[in-house]
């Protein structure tokens, strides 16, 4: 799977910030049809998106588009208008059950066959940010194959139960777990929650590594100036790698000696510590570090 260690909401009706955005490096870019785009010009955001679709490279940036949520009355217009531009995929916000998944599902293989792409090369993510949702998370995570990664919305999350949001964030402590534990449980990346003091450097630091800690592969931004510190807290260190290689290599030879658990520099080494390792070396591959 490749690396999301940043995703960057960009306003869907500015072309401008849009080619911006692609310039920057960050490893996906989502075009936003959604909050970020006022009501009056949505479909604006439509032909902008589209426009985008068709004319810009974006290189080896990931190209998603966030349409509005399922029930809106908005999202088969936003659907039908940018799926021809053949985006990379998805993203739902405030996505409350596995019927939701499977209907957008079910139009990007109408548009699949529409454009000859292979079956499933457009790929969901899925907002997740209110009370029902995360308590509907058991059904969402296996509802389609298309499904790659739970984002988690914090904010939305927290007005929907009627808390404030504070730096130390426990009122979404809770959903915050329940996100990145049920996305490990289904092999799916877990993209962490937005923070929102763009001019807050060390804020943010402080919060994508409280993310990363917890096992989330990547964090929502809303900045140019946040790719960069975001990208780096995501990816691991080389002093991490080279222990992670010296890991596998020992194993390798353990395993070869037909033994289980080994010494390494004065440490006991088994089965969770190597797969610690195995998933440091599987996301410094997909940040091409190795």
Not at 96 to 105: A, F, L, M, T, Y
């Amino acid at each position: 799977m490749r690396a999301r260690r940043a995703l960057l909401y960009v306003p869907g009706d500015d072309l401008h910030k849009i080619q911006k955005a692609i310039s920057l490096g960050v490893d996906c870019v989502c075009m936003d049809l959604e909050d970020g785009v006022a009501v009056n010009r949505k479909e604006l955001a439509r032909f902008t998106v589209h426009q985008a679709l068709q004319t810009l490279s974006f290189g080896e940036t990931e190209c998603l588009v966030r349409i509005n949520p399922v029930g809106s009355g908005l999202e088969l217009l936003d659907l039908e208008q940018v799926l021809p531009g053949k985006p990379g995929g998805i993203v739902i916000p405030k996505l409350e059950s596995g019927d939701q998944i499977r209907w957008v599902s079910t139009q990007l293989a109408k548009a699949e066959r529409r454009s000859g792409l292979p079956p499933g090369e457009i790929i969901i993510i899925s907002v997740v940010e209110t009370a029902r949702g995360i308590l509907n998370l058991p059904e969402i995570i296996g509802a389609d194959p298309r499904l790659q990664a739970l984002i988690f919305g914090a904010e939305d999350f927290a007005s929907d139960l009627g808390a404030t949001r504070t730096p130390e964030a426990w009122e979404v402590f809770y959903a915050r777990s329940a996100i990145v534990t049920h996305a490990a449980a289904a092999n799916l990346q877990a993209i962490d929650q937005v923070f929102i003091n763009f001019n807050d450097t060390d804020g943010l630091i402080h919060d994508a590594r409280q993310g990363a800690n917890m096992g989330f592969s990547g964090k929502q931004i809303i900045h140019p100036k946040q790719v960069q510190p975001v990208q780096e807290v995501f990816t691991p260190s080389d002093e991490a790698v080279e222990y992670a290689l010296r890991i596998m290599e020992a194993f390798k030879s353990s395993q070869d000696a037909g033994k289980g658990a080994f010494a390494l520099d004065g440490k006991m080494i088994d089965a969770p510590i190597i797969k610690s390792a195995q998933r440091v070396l599987e996301k410094a591959r997909a940040a091409g570090k190795i």
